[in-house]
């Protein structure tokens, strides 16, 4: 972390990015952290990959935000490059390449295991998987390049702690996240507000969805194991973004007899984004990597082509074998 601090007090243009279908995470701690690096009189450039689900409109992303999609347009040459929440580059295509194009150095500041199948993280990267947000290692940052903190970096940091803590639920054995957020509230932010906006915009057309979709999950495992598989066009039909069926897995996951639950969603014919959602008894990382996906020990992800039978039979049966397992020796 130090060695970073020190790249970044040394650059003095910088691009700042996160994974595409941004989360509150990644989105807050890009956000804080370009905040406080102008407040050095660095020349700082946030541009994601795609657009900002519109659940976090309220930290007015497009006043700071370009999107790479839009235009394939980014700065002729950067000092130093940071992708937050994730390490690895295929969740930044296809502005990958071109950044390598354009940056002295490219760091990931990220708190996801490194893939054992996946591609390697540059040299320069800050992983450290006992942080439980990426929003606490840009804390950490800005606490090494002693900037003070304001009101509106405080307001991203406590976005990307909350979310994916969960509202402090996940929190990796550490009081690190609750003793951040007291400092954040400080600084004169409205919790509620943003907790408001995180995990309680739900709308008539996301319960009429819902109502729909949950009538159709499937059990596996004596009960332990669910799946659910959304599709994009009935998201369109309720006028919803894909965005919105992000927490519906954690919805599933309320259900007190499971293990663990596996969410499909068919973005178009035959391509589908996998979710996996273990409540502690088994990980589930592996089954996401060995599908070219990756993500966090109990909650992972992957895209997926194929015939949707089959790919749903191999999950079924590799989460259905790991929960069998834990059961036999009961541990
Ligand atoms: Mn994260």
Redesign the pocket.
């Known amino acids: 972390m130090k060695h970073l601090a020190e790249r970044i007090s040394k650059a003095k243009t910088l691009l700042l990015t996160t994974h595409r279908q941004c ?1 509150g ?2 989105l807050g701690a890009e956000l804080a952290l370009g905040f406080a690096l102008r407040k050095l009189g660095k020349t700082v450039h946030i541009v994601n990959v795609d657009a900002t689900p519109k659940k976090y409109r309220f930290l007015k992303p497009d006043n700071w935000i370009q999107y790479y999609e839009d235009n394939q347009t980014l700065p002729e040459s950067v000092d130093l490059a940071l992708i937050f ?1 994730t390490n690895d580059e295929r969740l930044i295509e296809p502005m990958w390449p071109h950044l390598e194009r354009i940056s002295k150095a490219i760091a990931f500041v ?3 295991p490194v893939l054992q199948q996946g591609p390697a993280p540059t040299r320069e990267s800050v992983i450290d998987v006992r942080a439980a ?3 606490e290692l840009a804390h950490r940052i800005i606490k090494e390049l002693q900037i003070p903190l304001d009101r509106e970096i405080a307001r991203c940091l406590y976005t ?1 702690i909350t ?2 803590t969960q509202l402090y639920r996940f929190i990796r054995n550490s009081p690190n996240s609750h003793r951040i957020a007291a400092e954040l509230l400080e600084f004169d932010i409205d919790p509620e507000e943003i907790h408001r906006h995180l995990f309680g915009g739900q709308t008539v057309q996301k319960m009429a969805f819902l109502a729909r979709a949950l009538g159709q999950i499937e059990y596996f495992a004596d009960g332990r194991l669910a799946l659910l598989k959304l599709q994009d066009r009935d998201l369109f039909h309720y006028n919803l973004e894909p965005d919105e069926s992000r927490d519906v897995i954690d919805m599933v996951m309320t259900i007190e007899s499971l293990e663990a639950a596996a969410l499909f969603r068919e973005e178009a014919p035959g391509q589908y984004r996998l979710s996996l959602r273990s409540k502690g008894e088994i990980e589930v990382l592996s089954v996401a990597e060995s599908l070219g996906g990756g993500g ?1 020990v109990h909650a992972a992800g992957a895209s997926i082509r194929g015939p949707y039978e089959k790919i749903k039979d191999q999950v079924v049966r590799d989460m259905t074998q790991k929960l069998l397992r834990t059961k036999k020796t009961g541990s």
């Open positions: 989360d995470d990644g929440d990220d708190h996801h947000s990426t929003g990307s979310f994916d966090h």
